[in-house]
């Protein structure tokens, strides 16, 4: 079974920065898009950045220009690099991956990021 363990999020004043990490288990982590979802109380999860294995980045407007994913093969971590934070930025950060081929999807189990002076 995938295992998606993240790992960073806390406590920030707006303007902050966090790195958050996932690592991933019993994948072969090059091949796999990997993605950062957040939940906010009340909200529907959203899709926040994603990268794929070669490292192609795509990201959700909000977050645009303040927020960075990476990963590292070597590792089995993908990151998110969040700069310039805001208050709406405070939600459930999530990481995720999914097997094209069985359609299965993968989640860690959440890190709390709050932005709040």
Same mark, same amino acid.
Request: glycine share 10%.
């Given at each position: 079974q995938v295992q998606l363990v993240e790992s960073g999020g806390g406590l920030v004043q707006p303007g902050g920065s966090l790195r958050l990490s996932c690592a991933a288990s019993r994948i072969i982590f090059s091949?796999? #898009?990997? &993605?950062?979802?957040?939940?906010?109380p009340g909200n529907q999860r959203e899709l926040v950045a994603s990268i794929t294995g070669g490292g192609k980045t795509k990201y959700? &407007?909000? %977050?645009?220009g303040r927020?960075?994913?990476?990963? &590292? #093969?070597a590792k089995n971590t993908v990151?998110?690099?969040?700069?310039?934070?805001?208050?709406? &930025?405070?939600? %459930?950060?999530?990481?995720h991956? /999914? #097997? /094209?081929y069985t359609n299965n #999807?993968?989640?860690?189990q959440g890190t709390q990021v709050t932005v709040s002076s």
């Amino acid at each position: 079974q995938v295992q998606l363990v993240e790992s960073g999020g806390g406590l920030v004043q707006p303007g902050g920065s966090l790195r958050l990490s996932c690592a991933a288990s019993r994948i072969i982590f090059s091949i796999y #898009n990997m &993605d950062w979802y957040r939940q906010a109380p009340g909200n529907q999860r959203e899709l926040v950045a994603s990268i794929t294995g070669g490292g192609k980045t795509k990201y959700t &407007d909000s %977050v645009k220009g303040r927020f960075t994913i990476s990963r &590292d #093969n070597a590792k089995n971590t993908v990151y998110l690099q969040m700069n310039s934070l805001k208050p709406e &930025d405070t939600a %459930v950060y999530y990481c995720h991956t /999914a #097997n /094209a081929y069985t359609n299965n #999807n993968y989640w860690g189990q959440g890190t709390q990021v709050t932005v709040s002076s």
